[in-house]
């Protein structure tokens, strides 16, 4: 057992697991929301299943779709923990939500995180880049019942926090290039999102792979104790392979996300000189702008969610 990963896990899970309420107050403030929870939508890991949130069944104009992904650092977390700002826009909005699970490296930390790390979402075959193709696998779900929720595939969007948000960057980076997806042996869909969403994000890992407790991530990640010798390491890093095909994309950052350094700067700046119509909303408010802070309550994040539903809507229309 690595003493860096069980750190680390702990790290993470202790974060989870203070997000777990959140759940709950979700629900309590949006009973309008109507749930379908643990739906398989891939055959390629056991792991992956997600949750569907919407105001109505089937609603008589098309409505946008969301995919959100989940972050934990690449190795840990349970879409539970988004449901926060899935019903944020769900609730709100006409916009149709898919939270996703999807297969993380095995698990070094006790069971005592389960409600916010369950067990069944590790193996340790579970490497980069498989979660990225299950990623794909919750698109063709959304097409495969758009009749039936009545979704506008013209208008489905991907979102992802933390470590869910270089996951929406490399998802992006596959619509964008094809040598880029072949080389992690990625299926598209039958359509193409109409935009990303990348909250507080992660991309390029080169900065941290000499930091010890970060480097761990990578490790677990690739499956492989030199990650950055691995024939696919380049590819962690979706920045290089954005092209204006992104069509349309919002990065949010907080002021004191002191995680990811500039990381969402770098993106945002590749995005707008590619072409790609970006909105790039920065939380303002210092002791209330910290890493993912528009995954629970607070001022700042009803700012930035009030943004992002605003923007869904409006890139939805165009």
């Known amino acids: 057992m690595n ?3 069980v750190i680390l896990s702990f790290i993470f899970n202790i974060c989870n697991w203070v997000m777990l309420p959140m759940e709950n107050h979700a629900r309590k403030n949006f009973k309008n929301v109507i749930d379908e929870k643990d739906i398989p939508y891939s055959d390629k890991c056991p792991a992956c299943k997600l949750d569907i949130h919407y105001q109505e069944k ?5 409505r946008p779709a969301l995919v959100n992904i989940h972050g934990g650092g690449l190795i840990i977390g349970d879409k ?17 939500v898919f939270n996703i699970n999807y297969g993380m490296p095995g698990k070094e930390v006790p069971a005592m995180f ?35 929720y009545n979704i506008d595939l013209d208008n489905v969007f991907v979102s992802g926090d933390s470590a869910g948000s270089e996951m929406t ?34 991309y390029n890992m080169n900065i941290y ?9 990578w490790v677990k990640f690739m499956g492989d104790k030199a990650p950055h010798k691995n024939a696919l390491w380049k590819y962690h890093n979706p920045i290089p392979y954005i092209n204006k095909d992104a069509g349309n994309a919002f990065v949010l950052k907080g002021m ?40 629970s309550p607070g001022k700042e994040a009803t700012k930035a ?14």
Not at 118 to 136: C, G, Q
Not at 171 to 193: D, Q
Not at 209 to 217: A, H, L, N, S
Not at 261 to 272: E, G, V, Y
């Open 3 to 5: 003493v860096e990963n």
């Open 58 to 62: 089937k609603p008589a104009q098309k």
């Open 80 to 96: 539970k923990n988004s449901t926060y700002y899935c019903y944020e826009i769900a609730g709100k909005s006409d916009v149709i």
């Open 114 to 148: 389960e409600g916010c790390d369950p067990v069944a979402s590790h193996n340790d075959e579970w490497v980069f880049p498989l979660p990225i193709r299950t990623h794909m696998d919750a698109l063709r779900f959304v097409a495969e019942h758009a009749e039936e």
């Open 169 to 202: 960057g490399i998802t992006m980076a596959c619509f964008c290039n094809e040598e880029y997806r072949n080389a992690l042996g990625v299926e598209l869909p039958n359509f193409k999102p109409k935009g990303f969403i990348m909250n507080c994000g992660l």
């Open 209 to 217: 792979k000499y930091i010890p407790i970060g480097r761990v991530m």
């Open 256 to 295: 004191t996300d002191i995680l990811t350094i500039f990381q969402s700067d770098w993106m945002a700046k590749k995005l707008k000189a590619e072409g790609v119509n970006t909105t790039y909303y920065i939380g303002k408010n210092p002791l209330d702008s910290f890493h993912d802070f528009m995954i």
């Open 305 to 318: 969610l009030d943004a992002t539903r605003a923007w869904i809507l409006e890139t939805a229309k165009k």
